[in-house]
């Protein structure tokens, strides 16, 4: 699975499937997903390469991503509704 980001305006993969590492547990509900553990991503901030990673922390529940403080986006401790996932095959 995979969504692009609100926050950091990147994709996240969410691996649901297999017995690769990291992977995520899913309620397998396409309209309202929930994933687990968090979503945590870092990477050199284009903006600021120097100075520090952008960071995206959050937490998929019911189909609203709730970004945790620690992430370096503009929706830094807010809740949004997840844009509509790609269907599963
Ligand atoms: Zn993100």
Known sequence: MAFRCPGCKSMHCVIVEGTGRPRWSYNGD????TFSPSIHVSAPDPDAPRVEL???HS????GQIRFLA????NLAGQTVELPDLPELN
Not at 59 to 62: G, K, S
Not at 70 to 73: A, F, G, L
């Open 70 to 73: 620690d992430s370096t986006h």
């Open 54 to 56: 952008a960071r995206c």
């Open 59 to 62: 937490f998929v529940r019911e």
């Open 30 to 33: 396409a309209d309202a997903p």
